[in-house]
């Protein structure tokens, strides 16, 4: 059963750090495309970054630029999301998701998706 499970997520101050972590089971990440989304209270769920399948990222948000990076480890079938100086409206629902091979910055063109996990930046 194809699974993603994210974690990592918590409380931080305003310029802390977070890493979040997007584990996949029943398939293997190596021909994906995995992107991180979030969505805060009474907003859309909006595209954060995103990593293709040859190890290309691409950034959906101008909000995070300098702060978040994405990485991928094949070998472990995760996927990371290292959010540093984090700010209030940092504060969402963080899900990773996946679909065939190539980034897009459109939450319905995404294939699988996991369950959420919670950020909040306050201090």
């Known amino acids: 059963q194809l699974q993603l499970v994210e974690s990592g997520g918590g409380s931080a101050q305003p310029g802390g750090s977070l890493r979040l972590s997007c584990a996949a089971s029943g398939f293997t990440l190596d021909y994906y495309a995995i992107g991180w989304f979030r969505q805060a209270p009474g907003k859309e769920r909006e595209g954060v970054l995103c990593i293709s399948s040859r190890g290309t990222s691409t950034n959906y948000a101008d909000s995070v630029k300098g702060r978040f990076t994405i990485s991928r480890d094949n070998a472990k079938n995760t996927v990371y999301l290292q959010m540093n100086s984090l700010k209030p409206e940092d504060t969402a629902v963080y899900y990773c998701?996946?679909?065939?091979?190539?980034?897009?910055?459109?939450?319905?063109?995404?294939?699988?998706w996991g369950q959420g996990t919670q950020v909040t930046v306050s201090s």
């Open positions: 998701a996946v679909r065939s091979r190539y980034c897009s910055r459109y939450a319905g063109s995404w294939d699988y």
